[in-house]
């Protein structure tokens, strides 16, 4: 098959709108964001420039695409990660979550600047309100089994959780922590201590 034909087979079988994800990944990857247009994704989706209408009408559409993708896969390996904490407890099952959080981050860090550094830059779709929505609330329901009942601040709680592990994700992504950090063991320093802070915001 000649890749003229493999090209077509594929957008015939419904692979466009995943190719296209990919493309706009790649870019985002490659830093270059005056790239990040869909002629260009089209193009190394080896499509003509007006195919990707097919599947997303705008560029802020795919852009809305690959970050309601990012936070779906987030909430997936945080969930993951939960599961395979060592007692199942509620403080290890919520620090579990906090290493997930940073590993998903640093390891889909296109993605990853997507879903929250590049958010404000285009129009939301209603997929990435609830993919977002679900990730917060996976959040939530992790706190809140950290403090237990009768807390009326777990909001607060899952904010200042995720302002730790977005703060170290976002340092290690730009490289802003000071070179003699041992990044593994200061994350699992911060999260132990997690739990713990948590329920003593409520007396502060």
């Given at each position: 098959?000649?890749?003229?034909?493999a090209k077509?087979?594929a957008?015939?079988?419904?692979?466009?709108?995943?190719a296209?994800?990919?493309?706009?990944?790649d870019?985002?990857t490659?830093?270059?964001?005056s790239?990040?247009?869909?002629?260009?994704?089209?193009?190394?989706?080896?499509?003509?420039?007006?195919?990707?209408?097919?599947h997303?009408a705008?560029?802020?559409e795919?852009?809305?695409?690959?970050?309601?993708?990012?936070f779906?896969?987030?909430?997936r390996e945080?969930?993951?990660g939960a599961?395979?904490?060592?007692?199942?407890s509620?403080?290890?099952?919520?620090?579990a979550?906090?290493k997930?959080y940073?590993?998903?981050?640093?390891?889909?860090?296109?993605?990853?600047?997507?879903?929250?550094r590049?958010g404000?830059?285009?129009?939301?779709t209603?997929?990435?309100?609830?993919?977002?929505?679900?990730?917060w609330s996976?959040?939530?329901?992790?706190v809140?089994?950290v403090?237990?009942?009768?807390?009326?601040?777990?909001?607060?709680?899952?904010?200042?959780?995720?302002?730790?592990v977005?703060?170290?994700?976002s340092?290690?992504i730009?490289?802003?922590?000071?070179?003699?950090?041992?990044?593994?063991?200061?994350?699992?320093a911060?999260l132990?201590s997690l739990?713990r802070?948590?329920?003593?915001l409520?007396?502060a």
């Amino acid at each position: 098959m000649t890749g003229s034909n493999a090209k077509k087979r594929a957008y015939h079988h419904g692979n466009l709108a995943e190719a296209l994800v990919k493309a706009g990944l790649d870019i985002l990857t490659e830093g270059d964001l005056s790239k990040f247009t869909l002629r260009e994704c089209a193009r190394r989706a080896g499509v003509s420039h007006a195919a990707p209408k097919n599947h997303f009408a705008s560029l802020d559409e795919l852009k809305s695409e690959i970050a309601a993708r990012g936070f779906e896969q987030m909430v997936r390996e945080l969930a993951a990660g939960a599961d395979a904490a060592p007692s199942q407890s509620p403080d290890d099952r919520l620090i579990a979550m906090g290493k997930a959080y940073v590993r998903f981050a640093t390891g889909n860090s296109a993605a990853y600047l997507m879903m929250f550094r590049d958010g404000s830059s285009f129009d939301r779709t209603a997929r990435y309100r609830e993919a977002g929505e679900a990730a917060w609330s996976q959040l939530e329901a992790g706190v809140a089994a950290v403090l237990g009942p009768g807390r009326a601040d777990v909001e607060e709680c899952a904010a200042h959780a995720f302002a730790l592990v977005h703060g170290f994700a976002s340092l290690i992504i730009e490289g802003g922590l000071p070179p003699g950090v041992e990044i593994d063991s200061a994350i699992a320093a911060s999260l132990a201590s997690l739990p713990r802070a948590l329920r003593g915001l409520g007396s502060a």
